[in-house]
């Protein structure tokens, strides 16, 4: 049947459209949030020595190394590394929600709209610098009164009586508590409704940076004392219970300006279930109700936002973020997409095929799926639009390419490091297993784009189009600091001295390039770090308020008996649930959010079921990264339809299409193991073989293309049976799996029975 074209934005444009070559510029460079405050002058200056020290201090602080070692000079005020775990987790919050206040407003900045001054307002949120001053003058009242030895000790810790009677407590109530509490909502609430221009500080904004330094202050000095073994206990300081009510409270705040209201919407959610759990029936009832001084007391420990998902963030993540900000430094990730032109560009369909290369080599350092569309997808999306693709497959196969980043090896988006926090498994042995599902994913989306500009009869893109690669081929020194970060992994070097040998080559490689590194340049890749980090660690810390409410009620574990309960039934509806569970859990959240908290609910009972841990892990990881292309809430496909011009709901169901063997290796490695590098190597070998041939069936059934010709609509049919059966990976289903390919092909071929009409032919059918 001849293909129809009645959709202007179906038919490629002419060749002359492409006239000129296309060389990526700024494709790694952040972009600004509207609601990002754009300092000049003596205020830029501040801020900017601000992100500077901050992700510097934790530079330092990951190496053990000292400022008094440095110089020489012994500087008693300033810290000694290594700090102790719970206090270097504390001040990593304090500066990101420090320097996350004075950079980001609580509203956002319009050109067509510009703010009127709310001078009362303003004048409002200033006073209310004077309780937050009271409180942190009480704060440090504390800690000297510990640092004094005057306190008597128990079990070599100091002790400290807070319990109502006493001094301590009133002290901790009137001049701490209460002081603190009307700083932290009243900034709040002010900052709501505080304008200001984008080149000045927010009075608001600046109360609650102090007020988050002043939580640190009073928790280092108390979780220094015996009164820390008090956590989690209805013995827990007053004085703890309020900095921790502050502290998340900011927590939430500074989350909602950086990553919009899903993940805290879905916190209020965990936190109302946690006091109204013991009204509830069924699994989610509790025995006895939680205080609100037990609650917090908890949540602000290594329980919850100082746990795992902070730990996380305060040392792989970060230095991560170092690392990606000294390559943007150096422009890698322009070279990355003008190599990924110069590869893939000449094939049919190139810009979507670049789309893929390009987008696979940044997602794995960028962090978010939605923040890599928006880096490589404002180059890509409009090219893919060129050359014939509807603005909605554009955007999907952007967003779906770059949702895989989170699952490319070796960086996996900082996926792998929580994985390896959460599970105790070495990083190396969870990057080699996540090698096969990648290849998996990215052949399935290649295949995918392949067979629609086929269909669409598109062609590449032309030599004086692209960059040329003889040329890029002499800058592959680009590479070396990826690959000396691979290297340094796998000859058995920590995470934290790998990543640090990667970002000083990357700063030595620039010298080969125009982008030089000295130190104006060093400073400033510092400078964008802090900047870059704030949002993550926002992220990271809200998550950890989950997992705190997910220890303290043990709703995890109940949701582990269900489970068991349907695996009684059937192991594959088991797993269907978790899927479900996992993917509602991420949506609308950062990758490393969604998998913290997915991991905390969903993986524990998948242990329970008797599903190696490692496995248990990569499933739940997996349904928590295509959440961001799964609907109805799919942030990078809305991402993508942004840049696209596209129907939002409409990318997002192409996305959910064109990324669909995300959603069918992972019960994979339920049945066959060796698709994780479990196995012989000749196990291994069979199952990514035979799994890459089932992804290309399962691509031809989607899509409707095979082997040269659009299949009908019962053929389509029999190739996804097909690829069921050549992904588990047995001997027996890769027979079968064959045999029905066969089948399929000789039909086609000796009948060549039409396509069905009805069946839509155009997108990402």
């Given at each position: 049947?001849a ?19 296309v060389?990526?510029?700024g494709v ?16 830029y200056l501040?801020i ?5 020290i901050?992700?510097?201090f934790?530079?330092?602080?990951l ?17 000694q ?7 270097f987790?504390?001040?990593h ?5 420090a ?13 067509d ?10 004048l409002?949120a ?8 009271v409180?942190?003058a ?5 800690a000297?009164?510990?640092?004094s ?10 002790t ?9 407590y ?14 932290t909502?009243?900034?709040i609430?002010?900052g709501?409704f ?18 988050g330094?002043v ?5 280092v000095a108390i ?5 820390r ?11 703890v ?5 502050a ?14 209201l ?8 965990f936190l ?8 509830l029936?069924g699994?989610l009832?509790?025995?006895n109700a ?26 792989y ?8 900000a ?15 032109f110069?590869?893939?560009g ?17 997602g794995m ?8 569309v928006?880096?490589?997808g ?7 639009k ?8 554009a955007g ?6 770059s ?22 498994i070495?990083y190396?042995?969870?990057a ?5 599902p ?8 290649y295949?995918?784009?392949d ?6 009869g ?5 030599d004086d ?12 020194y680009?590479?070396?600091p990826?690959l000396?970060?691979?290297v340094?992994?796998?000859l ?5 001295r ?10 030595v490689v620039?010298?080969?390039t125009?982008h ?9 890749a ?8 704030i ?13 705190g ?20 039934v ?9 899927m479900c ?9 950062p990758t ?5 908290v997915?991991?905390s609910?969903v993986?524990?009972?998948l ?10 892990h990569?499933?739940?990881f997996y ?6 292309i799964?609907p109805p ?21 192409a ?7 995300a959603?069918i ?16 190597w ?21 899509q ?6 659009r299949?009908a609509?019962f ?11 050549m ?12 045999g ?14 039409k ?7 155009r997108?990402?059918?």
């Amino acid at each position: 049947m001849a293909e129809q074209r009645n959709d202007p934005e179906d038919t490629p444009i002419p060749d002359a459209a492409l006239a000129e070559p296309v060389i990526a510029d700024g494709v790694d460079e952040e972009p600004v949030e509207s609601n990002r405050r754009l300092f000049t002058g003596r205020a830029y200056l501040f801020i900017a020595a601000l992100s500077t020290i901050y992700a510097a201090f934790h530079m330092l602080a990951l190496n053990g190394v000292s400022i008094s070692d440095w110089s020489g000079v012994e500087l008693p005020l300033l810290p000694q590394f290594p700090l102790e775990t719970w206090n270097f987790r504390i001040v990593h919050i304090a500066g990101a929600l420090a320097l996350g206040f004075l950079l980001f407003s609580a509203h956002g900045f319009h050109p067509d709209r510009p703010h009127r001054e709310t001078r009362f307002v303003t004048l409002a949120a200033a006073a209310l610098a004077v309780p937050a001053l009271v409180a942190g003058a009480t704060a440090i009242g504390f800690a000297n009164t510990i640092a004094s030895g005057d306190l008597p000790q128990m079990g070599g810790l100091t002790t400290w009586a807070a319990f109502p009677g006493t001094e301590i407590y009133a002290t901790e109530v009137r001049w701490f508590g209460i002081p603190l509490l009307v700083a932290t909502f009243g900034a709040i609430v002010a900052g709501w409704f505080e304008r200001r221009g984008r080149e000045l500080f927010a009075a608001s904004d600046a109360v609650l940076a102090l007020c988050g330094i002043v939580v640190a202050i009073y928790l280092v000095a108390i979780y220094g004392t015996a009164a820390r073994n008090s956590v989690g206990t209805p013995f827990v300081p007053i004085g703890v219970a309020f900095a921790a009510t502050a502290g998340a409270a900011m927590i939430l705040e500074l989350t909602r300006r950086v990553a919009g209201l899903a993940l805290v919407i879905i916190t209020g959610v965990f936190l109302a279930y946690t006091f109204a759990a013991h009204l509830l029936p069924g699994i989610l009832a509790v025995q006895n109700a939680y205080s609100w001084q037990r609650f917090f007391g908890h949540v602000y420990s290594d329980a919850g936002i100082l746990g795992p998902t902070t730990a996380v963030s305060s040392t792989y993540i970060i230095l991560f973020i170092i690392f990606a900000a000294f390559l943007q430094a150096s422009k890698v990730g322009d070279y990355f997409v003008n190599f990924a032109f110069a590869a893939a560009g000449r094939a049919r369909g190139g810009p979507a095929k670049v789309a893929i290369f390009a987008s696979g080599l940044m997602g794995m350092i960028n962090g978010t799926s939605a923040g890599n569309v928006v880096a490589t997808g404002s180059l890509t999306i409009p090219l893919m639009k060129k050359v014939g693709y509807r603005k909605q497959t554009a955007g999907a196969v952007e967003a779906a390419a770059s949702t895989g980043g989170q699952i490319m090896p070796p960086i996996m988006g900082a996926g792998a490091f929580i994985m390896a926090e959460i599970t105790g498994i070495p990083y190396q042995e969870i990057a080699i297993a996540a090698v096969i599902p990648a290849i998996l994913y990215f052949a399935s989306i290649y295949f995918m784009v392949d067979f629609e500009a086929a269909k669409l009869g598109m062609r590449g893109m032309r030599d004086d189009e692209l960059p040329r690669l003889a040329a890029l081929a002499r800058q592959a020194y680009l590479f070396v600091p990826i690959l000396i970060l691979i290297v340094a992994l796998f000859l058995g070097y920590s995470v934290i001295r790998a990543g640090t040998l990667a970002t000083v080559a990357a700063a030595v490689v620039s010298w080969l390039t125009p982008h030089r590194m000295g130190l104006r340049s060093i400073l400033k890749a510092f400078e964008l770090a802090g900047v870059m980090s704030i949002q993550i660690i926002a992220v990271c810390a809200c998550a950890g308020i989950i997992v705190g409410v997910i220890s303290l009620t043990g709703v995890g574990a109940r949701f582990s008996a269900v489970l068991l309960d349907l695996a009684g039934v059937s192991q594959l509806l088991a797993l269907f649930f978790a899927m479900c569970i996992a993917i509602l859990l991420g949506m609308g959240m950062p990758t490393t959010a969604a998998y913290a908290v997915a991991a905390s609910v969903v993986a524990p009972g998948l242990v329970e079921l008797g599903i190696p841990q490692l496995t248990a892990h990569f499933f739940v990881f997996y349904f928590a990264v295509v959440s961001a292309i799964t609907p109805p809430v799919a942030l990078a496909s809305y991402a993508a339809a942004g840049i696209s011009g596209s129907n939002p709901m409409e990318t997002s169901v192409a996305s959910f299409k064109i990324g669909i063997a995300a959603f069918i290796v992972p019960f994979m490695f339920f049945y066959n193991s060796a698709l994780l590098m479990e196995g012989t190597w000749f196990e291994i070998l069979r199952a990514g073989a035979t799994a890459t041939v089932g992804v290309f069936l399962l691509s031809s059934g989607v899509q409707g293309w095979f082997l040269g010709g659009r299949p009908a609509w019962f053929l389509r049919a029999g190739l996804i049976v097909a690829a069921l059966f050549m992904i588990e990976g047995g001997l027996v289903s890769d027979v079968i799996g064959l045999g029905l390919t066969a089948a399929v092909y000789l039909v086609q071929r000796l009948f060549s029975p039409k396509p069905d009409a009805t069946i839509p032919i155009r997108g990402a059918d």
